[in-house]
């Protein structure tokens, strides 16, 4: 039987690993069952909004990428689960300014939510550049003009070689692969920081999450 | 897409202009002012509260 020295070794990067993950986000605080009192209130409800649109994006995104343009731009269906996409990002962009001016206006990064304010603002920009190679990738005639359009802004600023708009191919890659990774990977990181630092409270309530640390 | 909504689609956009370089298409600004409005509603219409809950618990404490 082994002892405990030697099954645990403190200087393993997976022992650091574990143990500050166990500090900063214990189970209690990934998955809680209670909020504070502040939270009741129509303005909290956005977050979570932008994460169900987000969340009808993807799944209908899927779809959209198993089947392929023959057959969204022919079938019935094909079209229904098309708009599905495209209102559910518009839907998505509506709840995440709300959220956005929601949190501007309570200054969300007080009590040392500096990540979750960061990564939210990280989140719109990618949020951004995914719908805008979505508009380039939904081959028709609409696409080709925004390509077009486009190239010569992205020329001027000098980035038109490397990030060619008129380049399906690329394009494609990007909104159905590389974009949606790092907007995914970076909407569970700040969602991780609101479990770990608590939703912020109003600017004239008690900070419940974090014991009164409000400033 | 028939009837009323596929003239309505294909209508062209109109656009508001303010001077020489403010120019806004009037589905833009509707969409602009619906979230003004979402948003005021929001932070002014009560959320409702379970009774039982709200008995414990106040709207925080200074």
């Given at each position: 039987m082994s002892t405990k020295l030697e099954t645990?070794?403190?200087?393993m990067w997976t022992a650091r690993l574990r143990q500050s993950w166990q500090k900063n986000l214990p189970i209690e605080k990934l998955l809680p069952d209670t909020q504070p009192a502040?939270?009741?209130?129509?303005?909290?409800v956005f977050g979570v909004l932008t994460l169900s649109a987000l969340a009808v994006i993807i799944a209908s995104g899927v779809v959209l990428a198993f089947e392929g343009p023959s057959w969204y731009h022919i079938s019935d269906a094909g079209r229904f689960v098309n708009s599905l996409h495209f209102w559910s990002v518009q839907l998505f962009f509506f709840f995440m300014v709300v959220h956005l001016w929601g949190k501007f206006w309570m200054a969300a990064?007080?009590?040392?939510?500096q990540a979750t304010w960061i990564t939210g603002s990280i989140a719109f920009v990618v949020s951004i550049a995914t719908a805008f190679t979505g508009y380039l990738t939904q081959t028709n005639f609409d696409s080709q003009w925004i390509a077009f359009e486009a190239k010569d802004g992205f020329n001027s600023v000098g980035i038109g070689a490397w990030?060619?708009?008129?380049?399906l191919g690329q394009m494609l890659l990007m909104h159905v692969a590389f974009l949606p990774l790092v907007l995914g990977l970076i909407t569970v990181i700040h969602v991780l920081q609101v479990r770990r630092k608590g939703v912020v409270p109003p600017i004239?309530?008690?900070?419940q999450t974090l014991k009164g640390v409000n400033k | 897409m028939t009837g009323f909504f596929s003239e309505f689609m294909n209508l062209n956009a109109v656009y508001l202009k303010a001077n020489s370089w403010l120019s806004i298409s009037v589905s833009n600004l509707v969409v602009i002012i619906s979230m003004l409005v979402i948003f005021f509603i929001a932070i002014s219409i009560p959320f409702p509260k379970d009774h039982h809950e709200s008995s414990k618990n106040g709207r925080g404490q200074k």
């Open positions: 645990q070794k403190p200087d502040y939270v009741a209130s129509w303005i909290y990064w007080r009590g040392k939510r990030f060619t708009v008129t380049n004239d309530a008690f900070d | -």
